[in-house]
RNA sequence: CGGGGAGUGGCGCAGCCCGGUAGCGCAUUCGCUUUGGGAGCGAAGGGUCGCAGGUUCAAAUCCUGUCUCCCCGACCA
């Protein structure tokens, strides 16, 4: 274990502070409940909007920008998607400031540049692109509209924790507008799918897709679907989110478009997104008590080499040789990071790279290199080996391969061991008490129950699963009809 | 907005109860020895103790006021 490392189970938020900290992923910044990421962190999260960013092109989506202001009566045309993010909108009131005449040096709002209307300061933005939209859909011919935007947006949260909830986030956005029912909700669920894919196959993080129940829905949806996945603290974390909005926005912004057969109807539209948030959930799926892991698919450099050695002559042999290796590993389309830095040590540099979590490390001394050996060190398990330098390239890269799946099998099996049933609401709390992690259960579909479920264990439903066999039973609670089991825990 | 805690070199802290003019670890700089798991020794630089008053011969320490931050709740992707 690191030096000075907190562990998972001693105090997992100083855990998770330690890694983010060490792996030099992200900081708390002088403004308020707002974060710097830092290069590597920005890194990582530069390779999962790359890959995301591909799979929604290949599914027809193109990216465009729309501004960082609502206008306040925008904003409030929806009306539920307002109140919803009423209670956490930044609001800009003036556009100027003067020097204060009562204190030199300062300066202060100038009164007489308010605004005659205040500017919301995105939380979402399907008021600003549903009143562009406007503008855009006047015949069947011009849907769908398959928008994304890569944006901040801005939530004036209480608490805050790093990537986890912060009140500047980093986030992509769908905008969808679309002429039937039916081609909106197949939209919301292409994009989940997607979502899902993506934290499995890249991040190797297993999610259980599902819908949300009323009181957890976004703020004007009809639906909201989502993937949940559950943390090595087992608490649950929704990692992302695709919302069937019906034609809420189309009335609220009055987008009509002219059918086939010339009548006017109403757009029906689809919203979805995941945010830096998903570095939070990278972080604590994998990490271990030396610090980060990444899956090799995000991980800026997927293999990084330390030399070792004495005095120049050595560094000269042993470094020329790392070189050509690095080329041999990199024709493989492998990311090689060579680290020759004479200003740390070796000792300094693997523990340094294992709190960054990189995939493998290879180092070479003398010994290795007369030999003709290099030694292969894998992130996820610690384990080192000493290769011959033969054909290292394939075998790293089917290492690599390992590794992404021996992660992703890790997790998953994480998951089915924290995932119980629960047939007795006594039961359901034991078990919330011992172990946490995903509890299915019967539930009578109303928000009382959820609701008093919430307050006397604090447990809520992350979502009421696609996968689940639909097998009939009894609310835990009431008693009443139940049709499916619905999945609780305890929640980020 | 409720309930707790903390502000002391860049970072983390001790000192405060019982007042005597500031210390430790890490980091930084220099020198020598080192380099296969966060090197060792020696030396050096760096702080108006959050801010404003008060008590006192004397305040980091006691008193009053004030500001800020963190943690736990409520809210939330």
Same mark, same amino acid.
């Given at each position: 274990?690191?030096?000075?490392?907190?562990?998972?189970?001693?105090?997992?938020?100083?855990?998770?502070?330690?890694?983010?900290?060490?792996?030099?992923?992200?900081?708390?910044?002088?403004?308020?409940?707002?974060?710097?990421?830092?290069?590597?962190?920005?890194?990582?999260?530069?390779?999962?909007?790359?890959?995301?960013?591909?799979?929604?092109?290949?599914?027809?989506?193109?990216?465009?920008?729309?501004?960082?202001?609502?206008?306040?009566?925008?904003?409030?045309?929806?009306?539920?998607?307002?109140?919803?993010?009423?209670?956490?909108?930044?609001?800009?009131?003036?556009?100027?400031?003067?020097?204060?005449?009562?204190?030199?040096?300062?300066?202060?709002?100038?009164?007489?540049?308010?605004?005659?209307?205040?500017?919301?300061?995105?939380?979402?933005?399907?008021?600003?692109?549903?009143?562009?939209?406007?503008?855009?859909?006047?015949?069947?011919?011009?849907?769908?509209?398959?928008?994304?935007?890569?944006?901040?947006?801005?939530?004036?949260?209480?608490?805050?924790?790093?990537?986890?909830?912060?009140?500047?986030?980093?986030?992509?956005?769908?905008?969808?507008?679309?002429?039937?029912?039916?081609?909106?909700?197949?939209?919301?669920?292409?994009?989940?799918?997607?979502?899902?894919?993506?934290?499995?196959?890249?991040?190797?993080?297993?999610?259980?897709?599902?819908?949300?129940?009323?009181?957890?829905?976004?703020?004007?949806?009809?639906?909201?679907?989502?993937?949940?996945?559950?943390?090595?603290?087992?608490?649950?974390?929704?990692? %992302?989110? @695709?919302?069937? $909005?019906?034609?809420?926005?189309?009335?609220?912004?009055?987008? /009509? &478009? *002219?059918?086939? #057969?010339? +009548?006017?109807?109403?757009?029906?539209?689809?919203?979805?997104?995941?945010?830096?948030?998903?570095?939070?959930?990278?972080?604590?799926?994998?990490?271990?008590?030396?610090?980060?892991?990444?899956?090799?698919?995000?991980?800026?450099?997927?293999?990084?080499?330390?030399?070792?050695?004495?005095?120049?002559?050595?560094?000269?042999?042993?470094?020329?040789?790392?070189?050509?290796?690095?080329?041999?590993?990199?024709?493989? %389309?492998? @990311?090689?990071? $060579?680290?020759?830095?004479?200003?740390?040590?070796?000792?300094? /540099? &693997? *523990?340094?790279? #294992?709190? +960054?979590?990189?995939?493998?490390?290879?180092?070479?001394?003398?010994?290795?290199?007369?030999?003709?050996?290099?030694?292969?060190?894998?992130?996820?398990?610690?384990?080192?080996?000493?290769?011959?330098?033969?054909?290292?390239?394939?075998?790293?890269?089917?290492?690599?391969?390992?590794?992404?799946?021996?992660?992703?099998?890790?997790?998953?099996?994480?998951?089915?061991?924290?995932?119980?049933?629960?047939?007795?609401?006594?039961?359901?709390?034991?078990?919330?008490?011992?172990?946490?992690?995903?509890?299915?259960?019967?539930?009578?579909?109303?928000?009382?129950?959820?609701?008093?479920?919430?307050?006397?264990?604090?447990?809520?439903?992350?979502?009421?699963?696609?996968?689940?066999?639909?097998?009939?039973?009894?609310?835990?609670?009431?008693?009443?009809?139940?049709?499916?089991?619905?999945?609780?825990?305890?929640?980020?």
């Amino acid at each position: 274990m690191a030096k000075g490392f907190p562990t998972r189970k001693e105090d997992y938020s100083q855990w998770y502070n330690e890694i983010v900290n060490r792996a030099d992923l992200a900081e708390h910044s002088a403004v308020r409940g707002c974060m710097v990421i830092k290069p590597y962190g920005y890194a990582i999260w530069e390779k999962m909007q790359q890959q995301l960013d591909k799979m929604f092109k290949e599914t027809g989506h193109s990216n465009a920008y729309f501004p960082l202001f609502v206008p306040k009566s925008l904003f409030e045309a929806e009306e539920k998607n307002a109140e919803g993010f009423a209670k956490e909108c930044a609001v800009v009131t003036h556009y100027r400031l003067k020097s204060n005449p009562d204190e030199a040096g300062k300066l202060m709002v100038d009164p007489e540049a308010k605004l005659e209307e205040e500017l919301v300061v995105r939380p979402t933005s399907e008021a600003i692109i549903w009143n562009t939209y406007k503008g855009w859909i006047q015949s069947y011919r011009d849907l769908p509209i398959l928008v994304n935007q890569w944006a901040n947006v801005v939530r004036w949260e209480m608490r805050t924790r790093l990537f986890l909830r912060t009140a500047e986030f980093l986030w992509q956005e769908g905008h969808t507008a679309h002429a039937t029912r039916e081609e909106a909700i197949e939209e919301t669920k292409t994009i989940l799918d997607i979502y899902a894919e993506f934290a499995q196959k890249f991040m190797a993080m297993p999610v259980i897709k599902g819908v949300k129940t009323e009181s957890e829905r976004f703020a004007g949806a009809l639906d909201t679907y989502c993937i949940e996945a559950l943390m090595q603290d087992g608490k649950a974390l929704q990692a %992302g989110t @695709s919302h069937f $909005l019906g034609q809420n926005f189309a009335k609220a912004f009055d987008v /009509k &478009f *002219a059918t086939k #057969e010339g +009548k006017q109807e109403y757009v029906w539209a689809s919203s979805w997104g995941v945010s830096t948030r998903l570095m939070g959930a990278l972080i604590m799926s994998h990490s271990d008590d030396n610090g980060l892991v990444l899956p090799p698919k995000l991980a800026p450099y997927q293999v990084v080499m330390v030399p070792i050695y004495k005095g120049e002559e050595q560094r000269d042999t042993v470094v020329n040789k790392l070189k050509e290796i690095k080329k041999d590993i990199e024709a493989k %389309g492998i @990311s090689v990071k $060579l680290d020759d830095r004479d200003t740390h040590k070796p000792g300094w /540099k &693997f *523990a340094e790279y #294992e709190f +960054k979590g990189v995939p493998i490390r290879l180092a070479m001394g003398m010994r290795d290199f007369d030999a003709g050996n290099i030694e292969v060190a894998r992130r996820d398990t610690l384990e080192k080996k000493v290769y011959e330098q033969k054909d290292l390239a394939n075998k790293l890269e089917h290492l690599l391969e390992n590794i992404q799946e021996n992660l992703y099998q890790k997790a998953v099996d994480f998951r089915e061991d924290k995932s119980q049933k629960a047939d007795s609401y006594e039961e359901f709390k034991s078990i919330l008490k011992q172990k946490g992690g995903f509890i299915y259960a019967h539930w009578d579909g109303t928000a009382e129950t959820e609701e008093k479920i919430k307050k006397e264990t604090k447990a809520t439903i992350r979502c009421i699963p696609f996968t689940e066999k639909k097998e009939a039973g009894k609310c835990m609670v009431t008693g009443k009809h139940s049709a499916q089991r619905v999945i609780f825990a305890k929640a980020y």
